[in-house]
């Protein structure tokens, strides 16, 4: 059986992994269309980068039947609640607990054959250091495909959170097309392509939305805030936004590592 590293990430965030699980079906749905765009030709060692709870995951591991899947995430708790939801696949994952914003440890794999990642690279402030971390890890010609927050995404949550927030303009990278290119080009990928498209999510109820928002978007804010004062600061940015829709931008991109750096 793989192994499962677990040891304490510095400036990592913890998540409520249980609830994130149940209430993360935007993810899950855009990781089903990253996964449309890996070729698993030669793909028998994989990374997730950013695996969460495992729901993405999951659905790699079906496609990919005899591949061996590398879910690495900063959250302990999320590891663990992917471990659970993976038990079956158990002797085909390897669990690594690291930060994406620092150089990934992957002993005893060397490189793997491909990365995928949904909805994590938004949280990695440093891009370009990002896409050089990844670059070491993944072979020449190996494949690299992701979604994630890009510029302009939750652009009515920012600007609520610029009315009742404290000043902080909260932990996001919500980069363009373009400079992600460039930057995965300067890291050392190829037959980079990246482009942002629209992705408004409605939540089909005023609860729901208000715990999508209290776990997945203000989650880092709320930590800032005394314990009291966090059922009113989400009262005060959901009140600000249209229904219960977040419109959500999402940049995508493909590419392959070259050849040398």
Same mark, same amino acid.
């Given at each position: &059986? ?21 209430? #993360? ?5 855009? =990781? ?24 993405? *995951? ?15 995430? =900063?959250?302990?708790? &999320? ?40 909805? $994590? %690279? ?50 996001? *990278?919500? #980069? ?12 050392? %990928? ?10 408004? $999510? $409605? ?5 729901? %939305?208000?715990?999508?928002?209290? *776990? ?22 959901? *009140? ?22």
């Amino acid at each position: &059986m793989i192994p499962h590293e677990h040891r304490p990430v510095a400036g990592s965030r913890e998540w409520d992994a249980g609830t994130y699980d149940r209430i #993360a079906d935007p993810q899950s749905r855009w =990781g089903a269309t990253v996964l449309d765009r890996l070729d698993p030709e030669g793909v028998s060692v994989v990374l997730d980068a950013g695996c969460g709870s495992g729901r993405v *995951t999951e659905q790699l591991l079906e496609r990919l039947p005899t591949a061996t899947v590398v879910a690495l995430d =900063g959250s302990s708790a &999320m590891l663990d609640a992917a471990r659970a939801r993976l038990a079956v696949h158990a002797d085909r994952v390897r669990y690594v607990q690291a930060d994406l914003a620092g150089p990934l440890p992957v002993p005893d794999i060397g490189v793997v054959d491909a990365i995928v990642s949904t909805a $994590t %690279f938004h949280w990695i402030a440093d891009h370009g250091a990002l896409f050089r971390h990844l670059a070491d890890v993944v072979r020449p010609g190996g494949q690299l495909v992701a979604q994630c927050g890009g510029a302009g995404n939750i652009a009515s949550v920012t600007r609520a959170l610029r009315q009742v927030g404290d000043g902080w303009p909260g932990p996001w *990278t919500y #980069a363009g097309a373009e400079e992600t290119e460039r930057r995965l080009a300067e890291a050392g %990928f190829v037959e980079a392509v990246a482009w942002l498209h629209d992705e408004p $999510t $409605t939540f089909e109820s005023e609860a729901a %939305f208000r715990q999508f928002l209290e *776990t997945v978007v203000l989650g880092a804010h709320l930590e800032r805030l005394a314990a009291d004062d966090r059922v009113a600061f989400v009262d005060a940015v959901a *009140t600000q936004l249209p229904g219960h829709t977040l419109d959500y931008v999402r940049l995508d991109l493909s590419a392959r590592r070259g050849a040398g750096r």
